[in-house]
């Protein structure tokens, strides 16, 4: 055994050294060829020094690979052949060489640059470097018109480049790009399209270091500046299909019949919350490209308040919400639900102990009002649908006297408790609990008979509820599906069911450390 894990090391550290000796013959061909390159590239001629170039930046991409490689890190190495290589291409580039296969070669060689001075930190030589090459991309632009969309690409790149190394020069950079584009979109309305990237990297640009508000005021006058009238109604009648959006984005001004960036300016931030699939993220995307083309964000807007509908009280139950968003809560609770009905000499016993427990359909009495004070003999379920709040629902406490819940008295003393009371086709009852007594309440057709409090309770606040709920939905709205207990639930987060509900779906005995059931001791 001790003979194969040997030779099992010394495979590995083989392969490992034969690596090393491919990536080590690897650069020296390439140094060679580089070596060769050169002596051929004395007479200055065009081809032969392009070649040299060529050979120089693969050099420099070889020598960057190694920093994440098994042998030893050379990317200090590659600085030199790279930043030749880019002036050589330069070079010709402003010299008249200016197809866009090359165009493209020389922003291969200021990226690998750029990336050897990003690892090695030559902050100012990459700045001053790439400040260059704007200056020749600008100087080309205005000598061969033939190849100014190239040049702007090349500057709007330049311009990523340099928001970390010079943000000033990142600015001019961007912005000549833009104003290259929009002589171009001026004669040219094909070229819209074009000149939507350029001002979505003015604005990016822009952005670095400042404040939105700032940063949007310099952009309006930047486009001002450079695009008229006309150009911008065109714009602004784009095609969404034809403007770079995400999937989400896209599928929702499809499905609101959105079809320019003109008609997306007149939606409201809640038609795209309720009546799409989108969300804050595509709010923002949309509002995004509206600034581009000088249109305001998104009014936050309203939908009508629905009509009133039928009451309609949902099944026989009664759980507790209990305002809890530590990342723990549920365990928190599950120790403050034991230590409660421990205060009031009920222990926690196994569930072996309990009939039915292991069944799908609970076999027991009919839900009625439990008036006890203190707690006892229980089964206790604890859930969390929804992160902030947990759902505690007791069986034996399932229906008590309004502000007179015990387990709902214990745990408010430690987080703010919302009992949930549902009688069908009779009343559906919400009291709100802080500091271990009864404080809100509201109900739809509360039964009669029942003993009135001592002291008054104050109206249930239901803006608080709207907060505490689903995002957007207004006070409003909360108030008119007050009484539909599903709707009421899906709008607010509070239950909507009970223990026994959730015993038809799952044996609770499955439930597993979430279930908890008590047993009161003789004494």
């Known amino acids: 055994m001790a003979n194969s894990v040997e030779q099992n090391a010394a495979a590995r550290r083989g392969a490992e050294g034969n690596a090393g000796v491919e990536v080590a013959m690897d650069l020296s061909a390439l140094e060679r060829r580089v070596a060769e390159d050169r002596r051929a590239a004395v007479d200055r001629t065009v081809e032969n020094e392009l070649r040299l170039a060529t050979s120089l930046c693969d050099l420099a991409k070889a020598l960057v690979a190694t920093k994440n ?15 030749e290589s880019v002036g050589i291409r330069l070079h010709w580039l402003a010299a008249g060489r200016v197809t866009a296969q090359f165009a493209g070669e020389v922003q291969e060689a200021l990226r690998v640059f750029e990336q050897a001075t990003r690892h ?51 600015v001019a950079a961007s912005e000549d790009a833009v104003r290259i ?20 990297m003015l604005l990016r640009t822009l952005m670095v270091g ?18 008229s009238p006309e150009m911008t109604a065109r714009l602004r009648e784009t095609r969404i299909e034809d403007i770079d959006l995400t999937s989400k984005t896209l599928t929702a001004l499809t499905k609101l019949e959105c079809r320019t960036l003109q008609r997306a300016g007149h939606l409201t931030q809640q038609q795209i919350l309720y009546q799409t699939s989108g969300d804050l993220s595509t709010i923002e995307e949309i509002n995004w490209k509206l600034a581009l ?15 009133s509908r039928p009451v309609e009280i949902g099944a026989t139950f009664g759980a507790l919400s209990v305002r809890c968003s530590s990342r ?42 439990n008036a006890t004070e203190s707690l006892g003999d229980d089964v206790v379920l604890i859930e969390q649908p929804y992160g902030g709040s947990v759902v505690v629902m007791s069986l034996k406490w399932e229906m008590t006297p309004v502000g007179r819940h015990p387990l709902a008295q214990h745990l408010s003393n430690r987080w703010q408790v919302i009992s949930v009371t549902a009688n069908e086709k ?4 919400l009291c709100r609990y802080d500091n271990g007594v009864a404080t809100q309440y509201a109900a739809l057709g509360r039964p009669s008979g029942q003993a009135p409090l001592d002291t008054p309770l104050a109206p249930l606040d239901f803006a608080a509820l709207a907060d505490y709920g689903a995002d957007y939905a207004s006070e409003t709205q909360v108030r008119a599906a007050f009484g539909n207990t599903d709707m009421f639930a899906k709008l607010t987060q509070l239950p909507a069911s009970g223990i026994r509900q959730a015993a038809l779906a799952i044996p609770l005995a499955d439930y597993g450390d979430n279930v908890l059931f008590f047993r009161k001791s003789a004494s």
Not at 139 to 156: E, M, R
Not at 212 to 224: G, P
Not at 426 to 429: A, G
Request: aromatic share 6%; charged share 20%.
């Open 69 to 83: 490689g098994e042998g030893r890190d050379r990317t200090a190495e590659a600085l030199a052949p790279s930043q």
């Open 120 to 170: 090695i930190g030559h902050r100012e030589l990459a700045a001053s470097t790439i400040r260059n090459a704007c200056h020749t991309y600008r100087q080309v632009a205005h000598t061969h018109p033939q190849v100014a969309a190239v040049c702007a690409d090349g500057l709007s790149k330049c311009g990523v480049w340099l928001c970390r190394l010079d943000p000033g020069a990142a």
């Open 181 to 200: 584009r929009s002589s171009l979109f001026a004669t040219n309305p094909d070229q819209a399209g074009k000149y939507l990237a350029s001002l979505n």
């Open 210 to 227: 400042r404040q939105r508000k700032q940063a949007v005021a310099m952009y309006r006058e930047r486009y001002a500046a450079c695009t």
């Open 293 to 307: 083309v000088g249109l305001k964000p998104l009014a936050a807007g309203a939908l009508p308040d629905p009509p």
């Open 328 to 369: 723990d809560a549920v365990a928190q609770v599950r120790a403050a639900i034991i230590a409660a009905y421990a205060a009031d000499n009920a222990g926690q016993v196994d569930r072996s102990a309990v009939r039915g427990a292991h069944e799908t359909h609970w076999h027991t009495f009919d839900p009625e009002l």
């Open 426 to 429: 009779m009343s559906y009852e």
